[in-house]
């Protein structure tokens, strides 16, 4: 057996788990050999491995094995109790350090009492210069063996960090009594003697990646930046150091295959007679299954990995499109450490052209809340994700972005903008029957919504109000203001009658908005719901 050196290459990232390629050589003769990748993670995935290689030599065989070993632990131990010395010994010299100048600020201090007592009593031979310089040495004196005692203090503060974390690794491997390691054993021949490349291909359980965003918005360019991040983690027990990283949005744990439907009987139910009393329990039809992930579909999710031997010239990933799934290449290379702490990941920054409009429901919020929109206009899908939002510079708010396709348009909220002032007016409601003779009572209720704009520029707002739906044929009710027919640019009303004015409201002007609407009802019964 051989045992080749090999580095990870390249690793692809999905929801649930990642496929890792090694790659490494070796200078062989004509012969049949045994090479061995040792120290592999243990959550490999066995019907994944995949080993290819140059063609000077034919691969017959491929195993996968956990060898049981004795390991000399103490040179890595002592390693750690040296270490774990060093530090202690540091942390009792700064203890020394700080007695020392404990000692020498009540020296100062006690100096300084017995002096200036002395010097009360001899108020006549004081010189205010010698006084003065007096009071600066000892404040001077005293301020430096303070700082002294602060930066001791810091010192030790980190001293015992380091610390805490050694006594954590000793007592980690005292703890670990696993003393195993997974390999794969790759049985080859050379027909033609020379250096062999070799990789391997395993898929590793645990990682995962998730999108991130960074929304900039300039209002006075009417912009927006987008930096799209991913935050990749990963525990597998391996780094993957300077890596060719790709980001696959594959859904490969739900499987290659579509589950199907088993009939579904149903018949009618005949009660038992009650002396019989031993029958078994009833046996339904199971649902279907989910089908497992075939080793078909694992190969067809990994099509388009390969050996990446090209420089990446654009600061941003590439795009690589499936008939199911886009692979994001990350620019340049990446380091995922073994921590299982999200590591920021850009995959683009863009900039985009932004409509911007104000919108307001003044019944719920009297606030003009800002809102942009944007068109997808890249090649990548922006998938669901946390945003940090910020408008000219100033962070403003938190949000989740849904799944946008290119060429989609979507709306980012940017917080309320006060500049806009709404003010919101219940003006009266009023009672009247319809003749003596009447059956029917009538309710009017008139509001007043005051929209004024104090910014420098002409801006365009969306006011929605509502009036209610009757769920009775003998409840009318009429909307008697603003005048509607059908819906035009600047009035529109839904069938959930939502009443939406689109208002251009030129720069320190107001305007106002009238809503009125009557409720007609039999005389004698009572309406639920009506509020002011």
């Not at 080993?51 to 956990?66: E, F, M, P, Q, R």
């Not at 989910?290 to 390969?306: C, G, H, M, P, Q």
């Not at 910014?455 to 009757?470: A, F, G, L, V």
Request: no cysteine.
């Amino acid at each position: 057996m051989k045992q080749i050196k090999s580095t990870i290459d390249s690793v692809t990232v999905y929801k649930d788990r990642a496929q890792v390629i090694r790659i490494g050589e070796i200078e062989l003769g004509l012969d049949e050999h045994i090479l061995v990748f040792d120290n592999l993670p243990k959550s490999i995935e066995r019907k994944s491995i995949q080993v290819n290689g140059s063609s000077n030599a034919i691969l017959k065989n491929i195993k996968y094995d956990t060898v049981y070993y004795e390991e000399d632990t103490d040179a890595k131990l002592n390693e750690l109790k040296k270490v774990k010395l060093d530090i202690e010994d540091s942390i009792y010299k700064l203890d020394i350090k700080a007695e020392i100048a404990s000692k020498e600020q009540i020296f100062v201090e006690n100096i300084s009492f017995f002096t200036t007592n002395k010097t009360k009593k001899n108020t006549n031979e004081l010189d205010p210069d010698k006084w003065n310089q007096m009071i600066l040495f000892y404040t001077k004196k005293l301020e430096n063996i303070s700082n002294k005692l602060i930066k001791i203090k810091l010192e030790k503060r980190e001293l015992n960090k380091k610390l805490a974390k050694t006594i954590s690794e000793i007592n980690q491997f005292n703890n670990n009594t696993s003393k195993s390691k997974n390999q794969v054993q790759v049985t080859v021949e050379i027909v033609k003697q020379g250096l062999l490349d070799i990789n391997l291909t395993y898929i590793v359980y645990g990682p995962q990646w998730y999108s991130l965003y960074d929304l900039r918005v300039l209002s006075h360019k009417k912009t927006m930046s987008v930096a799209y991040n991913a935050m990749v983690k990963q525990y597998t027990g391996e780094d993957w150091t300077n890596v060719k990283l790709k980001l696959s949005t594959a859904q490969v744990q739900i499987g290659g295959n579509q589950a199907e439907l088993n009939p579904w009987y149903i018949d009618k139910y005949i009660e038992q007679e009650k002396e019989y009393r031993t029958l078994s329990p009833p046996v339904f039809k199971k649902r279907a299954k989910k089908k497992e992930l075939t080793k078909s579909a694992i190969a067809e999710s990994f099509d388009n990995i390969s050996r990446l031997k090209t420089d990446m010239a654009k600061p941003k990933a590439k795009v690589e499109t499936g008939t199911t799934a886009v692979v994001f290449v990350v620019a340049g290379k990446s380091t995922i450490n073994n921590n299982n702490k999200p590591t920021k990941v850009n995959i683009f920054n863009n900039n985009f052209e932004a409509e911007f409009i104000y919108s307001s429901v003044p019944k719920l919020s009297q606030y003009a809340y800002l809102k942009t929109k944007i068109k997808n206009n890249t090649e990548f899908s922006f998938l669901p994700g946390e945003t940090s939002i910020f408008l000219d510079n100033h962070f403003v708010a938190n949000s989740k972005l849904k799944l946008v396709a290119p060429s989609e348009e979507f709306w980012t909220f940017l917080g309320v903008d006060e500049s806009i002032k709404i003010e919101y007016k219940f003006l009266k409601k009023y009672q009247k029957d319809e003749g003596i003779f009447s059956k029917k009572t009538k309710m009017l209720f008139e509001y007043l919504i005051k929209i004024k704009n104090n910014k420098k520029t002409k801006e365009k707002i969306i006011i929605t109000d509502q009036i209610p739906i009757s769920q009775n044929d003998d409840i009318k009710v009429t909307l008697i203001s603003p005048k509607y027919k059908e819906d035009t640019d600047t009035l529109k009303i839904s069938e959930l009658k939502y009443i939406e004015w689109n208002i251009n409201i030129e720069k320190a002007k107001e305007i106002e908005l009238d809503l009125k609407y009557s409720i007609e009802y039999p005389k004698d019964d009572t309406i639920t719901g009506i509020d002011s």
